[in-house]
């Protein structure tokens, strides 16, 4: 099973499959086979209907029967059951019978989450047996919350409460509370293990004003940061300097959470900032560029997503983050569009050093952008980018006059380096600046989406703001490219309740993550005030409703700080008012969510 990647073994996994049913012949009657009743003269009204064998008792030569709506299964002769033609998720019963439990678990936890889920439901041993795997659940929370997000709430709920992250109860809790995302929570003793963190040396204490900056121009950046030596930001002033940004992004990979750019004021650095929340070691880390690195520069209100190449090679396997856009934070002139790419390689798994690797891409895109939001999706080989700004003067300008309408949207394809504008329909949403976008695979039933909404709906240059548009959700089918959006979808409902929909205060500039069947939307600001309550927000992605999300504790510091970003539970940066002006603060904080033991 170690010769084999992911996909091979998911691909061995059905032809074995498909070749064991041949072999064991279609028509034998077998634990988890579905048949059709037929001949029953007491019970007439069960002739035709399709149940599912559990098992044969012999000193009856009788098989129970599992059927729709009883809870109790039936004993009925062999003579009374047609069986049925099965798929595949038919034939994983073989699979059960025939392969030891352990080698049956670990073939399925290469399944994707969806499937998996469909294997469970098909296959009753499979079920019985999965109860007690840890692998099983283990896979589904990837699956459900992706692998930054796991590590974050082994740590959160390891210990005596939740129990051992062994076990398959604890991933069954996490499963439950992902797939429910009723509460969240501070998760203070992980911030609490920082540097600096626990001695109270950043409590609402934002960066003193900035120094006087000589513009740069946006072209020249001749040394990144921390080009000689990894350093692990351990004093109170570093660490303060390397959080506070505005107009930056956040990415997981692995464990760890890349900050890429932003407003800085306080940086004399003429490269791309970045440092790394690495949630297994508990630091903070600003990484050394290995020699061959390219050296970007400075930027803000760009877009990130982690992305996979089968041309990488560092400790972050075929992962890496992809930068898109953007402008430079102290010139305000635009970066290099989406026809370049900056791809961040992860070189040792500390997180000590990272590669910046530079490529141009070719096809249907803007020169430059900022303002936009992008998302992978297709397992990092493609990526979707919706909305932002451009230069009057770029050929793709025109394309967006009518912003009330956004007609299309940009798609890469990663290895080809080939970009496309690709036209959708459905309930479209306006063209969206300083909005939020956010990709992800739908459990329900397995398709991709791309989830906005906030933002404004006006032409903004960097620096500048604009009315907040409508918090309504909008979905967008990666496959079809057809939007949907959260009051149609309300309207389909059978038993919609009377009155308004709950729809949040429109905002801009707010940080947002999947957690489990659930975004997660942080702060913002917009022309209204925002309560306290709305501060947190949960949208549902399969109804796209909203909620104001609970939250059972409170954070150390900066409770609500505009501009800040959401990635792998960290809340990282932001903005407050001053007497001097706007400031970037300090933040960090850990989000989790609470175990189901806690909930009401």
């Not at 498909?18 to 012949?25: H, L, N, S, Y």
């Not at 059951?81 to 034939?91: A, K, M, R, S, V």
């Not at 740590?155 to 129990?163: H, K, L």
């Not at 930027?299 to 972050?316: M, Q, T």
Request: hydrophobic share 40%.
């Amino acid at each position: 099973l170690k010769q084999f990647s992911a996909q091979g073994l998911r691909l061995w996994v059905v032809r074995l499959a498909v070749t064991m049913a041949a072999e064991a012949g279609p028509l034998l009657l077998r634990p988890g086979k579905r048949v059709r009743l037929q001949g029953l003269l007491a019970a007439p009204e069960l002739n035709g209907v399709v149940g599912r064998l559990r098992a044969f008792y012999e000193d009856r030569g009788r098989w129970a029967v599992a059927l729709p709506g009883s809870a109790a299964p039936r004993l009925l002769k062999p003579s009374n059951l047609e069986p049925l033609e099965g798929g595949i998720l038919d034939t994983a019963n073989i699979l059960v019978d025939v392969l030891a439990d352990e080698i049956v678990l670990r073939m399925f936890s290469f399944l994707p989450g969806r499937a998996l889920l469909d294997v469970g439901l098909a296959c009753g041993l499979l079920n019985e047996r999965a109860q007690g795997s840890a692998a099983l659940w283990r896979s589904l929370c990837l699956a459900l919350l992706g692998e930054a997000l796991v590590l974050l709430h082994e740590e959160a709920w390891g210990g005596a409460r939740v129990g051992d992250a062994s076990a398959a109860s604890f991933w069954r809790s996490l499963f439950r509370a992902g797939y429910e995302g009723r509460r969240f929570q501070y998760a203070s003793g992980i911030r609490d293990r920082f540097p600096n963190l626990d001695a109270g040396a950043l409590v609402d204490e934002p960066v003193g004003p900035a120094p006087p900056q000589s513009a740069q121009p946006a072209a020249e950046a001749p040394s990144g940061p921390c080009t000689a030596v990894p350093i692990a930001v351990s004093d109170r002033d570093r660490f303060a300097r390397a959080l506070s940004a505005s107009g930056h992004t956040a990415s997981a990979l692995g464990h760890h959470v890349f900050v890429i750019g932003g407003w800085r004021p306080h940086s004399k650095e003429e490269g791309l900032h970045v440092c790394a929340v690495d949630l297994q070691g508990m630091r903070l880390v600003e990484p050394m560029l290995t020699p061959d690195s390219a050296r970007p520069c400075r930027r803000l209100r760009h877009s990130s997503c982690v992305v996979r190449h089968a041309a990488f090679d560092g400790a972050g396997g075929q992962d890496a983050v992809l930068v898109l856009g953007g402008c430079h934070d102290q010139t305000h002139e635009p970066c290099p569009g989406l026809h370049c790419l900056l791809f961040l390689q992860l070189m040792r798994p500390d997180g000590a050093e990272i590669r910046w690797q530079q490529a141009d891409a070719t096809g249907e895109a803007p020169r430059a952008v900022w303002h936009h939001s992008a998302g992978a999706f297709a397992q990092g080989r493609r990526v979707v980018v919706f909305g932002g700004d451009l230069p009057q003067q770029d050929p793709e300008f025109v394309r967006i006059g009518d912003r009330a309408y956004a007609s299309h949207v940009y798609v890469l394809d990663v290895e080809e380096r080939l970009w496309q504008r690709v036209a959708t329909r459905g309930q479209v949403p306006s063209w969206r600046s300083l909005h939020t976008g956010v990709a992800y695979t739908s459990l329900s039933d397995g398709s991709e989406r791309f989830v906005v909404m906030g933002g404004c709906e006006e032409h903004l240059k960097v620096f500048s703001g604009g009315r907040p548009a409508s918090m309504e959700g909008y979905s967008l089918n990666l496959e079809t490219f057809k939007w949907e959006c959260g009051s149609a979808l309300a309207k389909r409902k059978p038993n919609r309740p009377r009155g308004g929909r709950f729809v949040p205060k429109a905002r801009m500039r707010f940080a947002a993550e999947r957690y489990g069947c659930h975004l997660l939307v942080y702060g913002g600001h917009g022309m209204e005030t925002m309560s306290d309550e709305e501060q947190f927000l949960t949208l549902n992605l399969m109804s796209l409703e909203w909620q104001c999300a609970a939250v059972r504790n409170e954070p150390k510091a900066f409770p609500y700080a505009p501009a800040a970003v959401l990635a792998g539970g960290c809340l990282v940066g932001g903005v407050t008012m001053t007497a001097r002006g706007v400031c970037p603060v300090p933040k960090l904080d850990v989000v989790c969510l609470c175990p189901p033991e806690s909930l009401d």
